[in-house]
């Protein structure tokens, strides 16, 4: 069949007078083809018309797709069931053309971005290998609209914390930011709204405040908005992840990192240039750090427990023994467990990223052997009273101690008599059981109520005196 440009070559020269046999010549086609042009007297081509086969079935073939869950082949086999003398292959044009189970893609839009305009931040579950076994790792990455710099860590989990964690991280990678970050409605950074009228928490808000840049996000199911984030998750899981094993996730964020300087620098056919050659005109619009990037750290507070541990996140990590009891503060950062007593730093423990219930332990957090729990209790309230008010109890409580005694309760006890009765009796009955190795409280009682029985209880033989 002629194309409409030789058809109007055949109306031209028939116009100019030219016969045609010479007109077949100089065009290269039958002297028919020529008079069948001169027949139908236009350029444009004849849409063929032709009665389609399946036209006659279009309402069993509407009913056999909902039932057959649009599967066409199997809508093929029950019209064929029936007397239906059709082929696949014409089912299926029937189906495009009448728009049966297929619709027009609709043309794909392109945006365009100035350096330093726009950055777009998203995250994906992946799976991978580590430490010799499959887990799932939450990819968090983000990429310049302009350069397709990337930048991607991995984590166990991805909360409001990791999500500053791994900002502050690629802002430092590319040494700035650019002036709105697009998400994705992330419930980490919305507070309320979507698309435009997207309100972003003022913990994020301040961050990006922080940094220069705000966050915007896209209209719900516009994920083409975000493509240029969107796309390399499929690069990253078919390419980085496949084949490759992790001893722990620094090892994974390690290579990560490594990876994307060698992508980055990878020329892309499409951009005629690397990433990293854009980055160079890009560079200068980013927004400049500024002049001290704080440490991004979660901030809990805990009493230290009977063993010596705070927990954080199901981890124990082991604080010094004397602060048992007390409440300290906990920040816990990227990498590392910092617990403060006060405004002082007291341990600073390696951050444990899954959730394992493992212990944490500095040795010299641990009391010396024979110190433990009796040197802590030397320290407490009643044992500083009972040493002020009476600087000979220290002795006694001392023997008490090698005895296996003076907790406590019998310390308690022992505060009380001091309090209660004289100090002279007191004392003198201290120094007795202390030159006797006695250490029995009641009977020390006893001996006390002996010497001061006669000041508090006369006899009747003082009386008759």
Known sequence: MLDEATRSAVLRLVAEGHGSRAISKALGISRGAVRRVLREGRAQVRRLERAEKAAAHRDRILELYTACKGNLVRVHEELRSVGAELSYQALTAFCRR??????????????????????????????AEIAGRRTLVQTAALAL????????????HFRRFECKV?????????????ARCMIDNTHLVVLAGSGRQMVPTPEMAAFGERFGFEFVAHAIGNANRSARVERPFDYIENNFL??????????????????????????KRHLHASARELFAVERTRLRPLPLHVPQVYELHHRIVDTEGYVSVRRNRYSAPWTLIGRDVEVRESKDRIEIFDG???????????????ARVT?????????????ARRSESIEHKRLVERMPETAEY????????????????????MVQDYPRSAMRDALLEACRYGMTDLDRLERMVLRRIARDFFPSDDDDER
């Open 343 to 357: 405004p002082r730093r007291v341990a600073d423990h390696k951050r444990v990223l899954d959730p394992v219930d």
């Open 397 to 416: 409580i001392a023997r008490l101690r090698q005895r296996g005694r003076g907790h406590i309760r019998d310390l308690r006890w022992l505060l009380r």
């Open 166 to 178: 791994f900002l502050t991280d690629a802002f430092l990678y590319f040494e700035g930011a650019c």
């Open 362 to 374: 500095a040795p010299e957090h641990r009391p010396a052997r024979n110190e433990g729990l009796c």
């Open 98 to 127: 009448h728009g049966i189970g297929h619709t027009r893609p609709a043309p794909a839009g392109r945006y365009e971005f100035e350096p330093g305009q726009e950055m777009q931040h998203d995250t994906s579950p992946h799976q």
């Open 242 to 267: 496949a084949g490759r094993r992790f001893a722990d996730f620094d090892d994974l964020n390690a290579q990560a990192r490594a990876w994307c300087d060698k992508v980055n620098a990878t020329a």
């Open 145 to 156: 609209c302009f350069s397709r710099m990337l930048f991607f860590q991995g984590y166990p």
